[in-house]
Each structure stands twice: as structure tokens, then as C-alpha cells.
Nanobody, 124 residues
Framework: VQLQASGGGLVQAGDSLRLSCAAS????????IGWFRQAPGKEREFVAV????????YYAESVKGRFTVSRANAKKQAYLQMNTLKPEDTAVYYC??????????????????WGQGTQVTVSS
């Protein structure tokens, strides 16, 4: 499966953005979809993940209550709704596809495919 993330931009603190992850190829619904981010000078970190059928989610503590992950398997799309954005959310955001066990999905290496990333910049 090939992934393409989009929807990033420059916003002010407190604003919202919705990122999209568009997939091509077969069996999008067979993959858990995770969102990670990488800020300048930092390692890529886990943000959120959604299960294959969209029924289960998990969030990093830093975004819990502000971000919402969803997916539309018929459209081969996943989304990350980001509300109440903070300057510390500034990063390149990536979506990834994984077949791994649910307990492993916070780990970057468990993802088989990645989108190219979309820049999110939050000004104070």
C-alpha cells in the first residue's frame, strides 16, 4: 500500500487542522494506521493509531483530548483531527501502515509503509 499525507499548514495556537492520509493499492482496511511526528532535531514520535476497522484508538498523552484519529476504509483514507494546537505540536506529521499487534503500534519500526509527511507549524 502507498500512503500520502496532506493537510498540514501554518496556523496559530488554538487553531485546528485536519490531516489526511490517502492510500492506494490493495487492502487498506487490513492495516492499522498510525500517525507519528518529527520535530526539528528530535526523533520521530508516536501520536495516535487506529485499528483496522476503526473501532479502537490509542493516543500519546501529549495529544489526548485534543487530537482525534478516524478512517474511512471505503475511501482508503485516514484522518487526524487536531484541535487546540500548541506551538509544541509543530512537526512533520507522517502516517504509517502496520500489520503489527496492537501492543506494538507505538513503535516506529512496526510500520511497513509510510507517507511522505506533511508540515504542521503552530505559531504562538
Amino acid at each position: 500500500v502507498q500512503l500520502q499525507a496532506s493537510g498540514g499548514g501554518l496556523v496559530q495556537a488554538g487553531d485546528s487542522l485536519r490531516l489526511s492520509c490517502a492510500a492506494s493499492g490493495e487492502r487498506f482496511s487490513g492495516y492499522n494506521i498510525g500517525w507519528f511526528r518529527q520535530a526539528p532535531g528530535k526523533e520521530r514520535e508516536f501520536v495516535a493509531v487506529i485499528s483496522r476497522n476503526g473501532g479502537t484508538f490509542y493516543y500519546a498523552e501529549s495529544v489526548k483530548g485534543r487530537f482525534t484519529v478516524s478512517r474511512a476504509n471505503a475511501k482508503k483514507q485516514a484522518y487526524l483531527q487536531m484541535n487546540t494546537l500548541k506551538p509544541e505540536d509543530t512537526a512533520v506529521y507522517y502516517c504509517g501502515a502496520s500489520l503489527g499487534a496492537w501492543s506494538t503500534l507505538r513503535v516506529e519500526n512496526m510500520y511497513l509503509y509510510w507517507g511522505q509527511g506533511t508540515q504542521v507549524t503552530v505559531s504562538s
